[in-house]
């Protein structure tokens, strides 16, 4: 089974801090993306990536950034950590040119405080 | 930019009944996926149901099956004869060609014994 690995499943951070949250997928999959969740929001884009030291921007890139060094690892970076990014953040992968499902991690619930 | 709605908040069943849920998309592509997916309160988001736009034939899975209407821009999830299992978030995905996935703000389904 493809698995997606997010490196914690609960966070607490101050205000201001550098906030690194990873995601592993062991599947060789081409394409990785980092959505947040928040109720009544449903899921939105933050970042994506199609390859390796590629990156573009989702629908809510704002006081992010990410990091694809290797193909299986997707870093979401919080530069200076803000209350207003307290969520759920969903990472998922998917093979390339293709239109099959994603496959997701189970989440990190970040606390802001 | 695509957007996808789920009008229903919530929607709740009694077990071994029928419930639908709807999605409508907006969109000026012609060929796209959909999906349905299922996360319960574990987090886990899992696959229920795809749909290639480009087929006429309604997917089914088992117990699920979609009613898809591409004039109409809809596609509504029916889960026929309910199990308590089923309660979950229900969101609906629209995917494009590149593999980019739009979801809609997410159904609450709750089972009654």
């Known amino acids: 089974d493809v698995k997606v690995t997010q490196s914690s499943r609960y966070l607490v951070k101050r205000t201001g801090e550098k906030v690194f949250l990873e995601c592993v997928q062991d599947?060789?999959?081409?394409?990785m993306f980092w959505y947040r969740q928040d109720p009544g929001l449903g899921l939105r884009l933050i970042y994506f990536s199609y390859d390796v030291k590629m990156k573009e921007k989702g629908d809510i890139p704002e006081g992010y950034s990410v990091s694809r060094e290797k193909k299986e690892r997707f870093s979401l970076i919080l530069e200076s950590a803000s209350t207003n990014q307290t969520s759920m953040y969903l990472c998922?992968?998917?093979?390339?040119?293709?239109?099959?499902?994603?496959?997701f991690g189970s989440g990190t619930q970040l606390s802001v405080l | 930019a695509q957007t996808v709605t789920q009008s229903q908040p919530e929607m709740s069943v009694q077990e071994a009944e029928t419930v639908t849920l709807s999605c409508t998309y907006d969109t000026s592509e012609s060929d796209y996926y959909l999906f349905w997916y299922k996360q319960p309160p574990s987090r886990q988001m899992i696959l229920v149901i795809r749909q290639e736009a480009y087929k006429q034939q309604n997917a089914t899975e088992n117990r699920f099956s979609v009613n898809f209407q591409k004039a109409a821009k809809s596609f509504s999830l029916k889960i026929s004869d309910s199990q308590l299992g089923d309660a979950a978030m229900y969101f609906c995905a629209y995917t494009t060609n590149a593999g980019k996935s739009t979801f809609g703000d997410g159904t609450t389904l709750t089972v009654k014994p």
């Open positions: 998922a992968s998917s093979p390339g040119q293709s239109r099959e499902k994603l496959f």
């Open positions: 599947m060789d999959h081409e394409n």
